[in-house]
């Protein structure tokens, strides 16, 4: 029962960093709420996208010329994979139920629980 | 002062220090034992997967009572996250809870959606998804009625689907759910539209990366990551802390993207327009209607949520059309409110009184 007793020498140091941390956030959340702030992170984030997007077209030229597929190609691959393996999946299912028995079903329990309050 | 009480001031203190070295010695031990281990399983009850359809999957988990409540529950998770928050570990799972309570829990958790799946449209989950996994939920259990839990972007898709299938449910809970997105108001000046470019994004990125949806929710208390982990040094001989923190970090670090087209209806329709809460909102050529809903609704909401502030999550009772009906505001954050310690002794109880009521 020391811990009642004696006073925790660390409470001060955490109780601080506790006020500490409301007051930078609720200072961050002001900052961050003004539409200066709005606008340089989504200029930010356009200048981003834009350079992606240049890359992303400057690859496909170069990927091109060197005869390689693009990442567009790739995806559109992948694409129609996932169509094929999906078709694939429903036959497969199929087949084992016609061709194997069913796995048993989960064993449910009986649907008759009622609340410990409740009419019987 | 005679020798016996000078030991009696001092012994507490005596005790204390003893009891902080012997931290300090625990901190540097399980400082080695934390960087060598790793993460604490999660998602660990015992659960089938029924249905996939891409990004969507349908889990059942295996009941672990006797007998159990005719109603089955669907939970709709939310889609930014991966649902094993709900279930993080035994003892601490809302899953495990309401499974040990005796009812039959189905979850719709998320995968990343694939690059093809960034045509998905926000109507591919309120009309497609929910209803195929409803329907799946009736055929296995045998049971038309469904209660349907959606928590935060899970609540606004199932609010959506309750209202426009009414026969399609039998009890609607929300965690934290915003319908108001007027009120985010963070989330509003980021999204503006004089500057935030949706449509660029998503017509470059195709699905929104996860670390985009992560830094935005971390931004809305940017002081809070370096404090966690100053916590978790101070509690590091705390090794049901550590386990918890570690838990709750890497859901916090799976953050899932989100498919293009609807991240881009949700920017344009909910946050431009608010037209969930204004009564504009058209999904599937049909006007979405909250009053139209008007089964047994719960919603619960968190006190110091500081995603979905009260005055965004608020309308849902208010707009509904159900009799019996119940917004209940409970101590906590937009996380804790649903999982971990307070939440077992505050909103599982709650809930599962509020279901067993209705659920028979």
Redesign the interface.
């Known amino acids: 029962m020391?811990?009642k007793?004696?006073?925790?020498?660390?409470a001060p140091w955490?109780e601080l960093?506790s006020q500490?941390?409301k007051s930078?956030?609720s200072l961050?959340?002001r900052g961050?709420?003004?539409?200066g702030?709005?606008?340089s992170?989504?200029?930010a984030?356009?200048v981003l996208?834009t350079g992606?997007?240049s890359l992303?077209e400057a690859m496909v030229k170069y990927l091109a010329a060197l005869n390689l597929p693009s990442r567009a190609d790739l995806?559109t691959l992948?694409?129609q994979l996932?169509a094929i393996e999906t078709q694939l999946a429903s036959i497969a299912r199929i087949l084992e139920r016609q061709n194997a028995p069913a796995a048993p079903p989960?064993e449910?329990?009986?649907?008759?629980?009622?609340?410990?309050r409740?009419p019987q | 002062m005679n020798a016996a009480s000078v030991a009696s001031e001092t012994e507490p203190l005596a005790e204390r220090v003893r009891l902080e070295i012997e931290r300090t010695i625990a901190r540097s031990i399980k400082g080695v034992e934390y960087i060598a281990s790793p993460a604490p399983a999660v998602g660990s009850s015992p659960k089938e997967l029924v249905y996939k359809d891409g990004t969507l999957n349908l889990f059942h988990y295996h009941p672990q009572s006797d007998e159990i409540y005719r109603v089955p529950i669907l939970v709709v998770m939310a889609t930014t996250n991966k649902g094993y928050v709900l279930d993080l570990a035994p003892g601490q799972s809302l899953v495990e809870f309401l499974l040990r309570r005796g009812f039959d829990v189905y979850m719709m958790d998320w995968s990343p959606p694939r690059p093809d799946e960034k045509r998905l449209r926000f109507e591919d989950y309120t009309h497609r998804f929910i209803p195929s996994c409803v329907e799946l939920v009736r055929n296995r259990s045998g049971e038309r009625d469904v209660t349907v839990l959606g928590y935060c972007m899970g609540g606004v898709l199932s609010s959506i689907y309750a209202a426009s299938h009414p026969d399609g449910i039998t009890n609607l809970v929300c965690f934290t759910t915003p319908i108001d997105f007027s009120q985010m108001t963070l989330f509003q000046k980021w999204a503006d539209r004089r500057y935030f470019d949706v449509d660029r994004l998503v017509d470059t990125a195709g699905n929104v990366p996860a670390d985009l949806i992560f830094r935005g929710f971390e931004m809305l208390r940017p002081a809070s990551r370096g404090m966690g982990q100053v916590q978790l040094w101070d509690n590091l001989w705390n090794d049901d802390f550590v386990r918890s923190f570690r838990m709750f970090e890497r859901w916090g670090n799976d953050t899932l993207p989100l498919a293009g087209e609807y991240f881009r209806d949700t920017t344009k329709m909910l946050m431009w327009e608010n037209a969930l809460h204004r009564g504009t909102l058209e999904l599937a050529g049909e006007r979405i209607d909250l009053s139209r809903i008007t089964v047994p609704a719960l919603h619960v909401t968190a006190e110091h949520d500081h995603i979905v502030p009260a005055e965004a999550s608020k309308p849902l009772i208010e707009s509904i059309g159900s009799h019996d009906k119940e917004n209940v505001v409970l101590k906590g954050g937009h996380v804790s409110v649903a999982a971990g310690p307070s939440a077992s002794r505050r909103l599982w109880p709650k809930l599962d009184a509020w279901l067993a009521e209705r659920s028979f």
Request: without cysteine; aromatic residues 4%; hydrophobic residues 35%.
């Open positions: 020391a811990d007793a004696a006073p925790d020498p660390l955490r960093l500490w941390e930078a956030n961050a959340n961050m709420g003004t539409d702030f709005s606008g992170m989504n200029q984030m356009n996208l992606q997007q992303g995806l992948g694409e996932g989960l449910l329990p009986p649907r008759t629980k009622r609340p410990p409740a």
